[in-house]
């Protein structure tokens, strides 16, 4: 069964560092997205991205966090110059085109991010 | 900002009780999902809901979404060891693609 996969599964940083979160998403899904998870808490939406560029972002994805699509297979999150608050699980997930705002999300195993 | 609230947090049930969780938006969605989070695991996608009144029943698992679109539940018949883990509602708000998660109610059955 095909699955969203993202590396690394755990990451362990100095704050300030840059850090980058890869993802590959389901080969012929089309809409990509970005979650964290603070240990305990509710998932939260970060980032969705759709056509090679962002379609809708929260407050958390301030100008320290960046989204891109290198490759056409990869979908990558970037936080530049992390905080001790960063430290979260992150999941990516993808979803197929559909009409309207529907259809169910696939998310990777996430990666666990610990910001010391 | 858009809120999907989830009440109980928690609940520890008797093997063979029923569960029940409530999901409650400030604004009218589109649609509700729902997952389940095993410990340690990744939000799994159980079911969505689209139509007003809607219901829908997954063997012991039956789903409701409101009359005006911004309530749902989550209703577990005769729980089981199984069903432990947390269960997630998660809406989209108007016309808008991002799904916003509720808090989650962890549940605990005891055998």
């Known amino acids: 069964e095909p699955e969203v996969t993202q590396t690394p599964s755990h990451q362990v940083t100095q704050m300030g560092q840059e850090v980058i979160l890869r993802c590959v998403p389901i080969?012929?899904?089309?809409?990509f997205y970005w979650y964290r998870q603070i240990l305990g808490q509710k998932v939260e939406f970060l980032v969705s991205?759709?056509?090679?560029?962002?379609?809708?972002k929260s407050e958390i994805f301030d100008d320290q966090f960046s989204v891109e699509r290198p490759d056409g297979s990869n979908f990558t999150l970037k936080i530049r110059s992390t905080k001790l608050e960063d430290s979260a699980m992150y999941f990516c997930?993808?979803?197929?085109?559909?009409?309207?705002?529907?259809?169910?999300?696939?998310f990777g195993e996430g990666s666990r991010l610990t910001v010391l | 900002g858009q809120q999907v609230m989830q009440i109980p947090q928690y609940q520890h049930v008797q093997e063979g009780e029923d569960f029940t969780t409530y999901c409650n938006s400030s604004?009218?969605?589109?649609?509700i999902q729902w997952y389940k989070q095993r410990p340690g695991g990744h939000p799994v996608f159980l079911i969505q809901?689209?139509?007003?009144?809607e219901v829908k029943k997954q063997k012991r698992l039956t789903f409701q979404f409101g009359e005006a679109k911004k309530n749902s539940s989550l209703h577990i018949t005769a729980t089981q060891t199984t069903d432990v883990g947390t269960y997630f509602c998660a809406g989209r708000p108007g016309n808008t693609g991002k799904l916003i998660f509720g808090q989650g109610t962890t549940l605990q059955v005891k055998p």
């Open positions: 809901l689209v139509k007003s009144g």
């Open positions: 997930a993808s979803k197929v085109p559909t009409v309207g705002p529907t259809g169910e999300l696939f």
């Open positions: 080969s012929n899904h089309l809409y």
């Open positions: 604004t009218t969605l589109s649609n």
């Open positions: 991205f759709y056509n090679n560029e962002i379609s809708e």
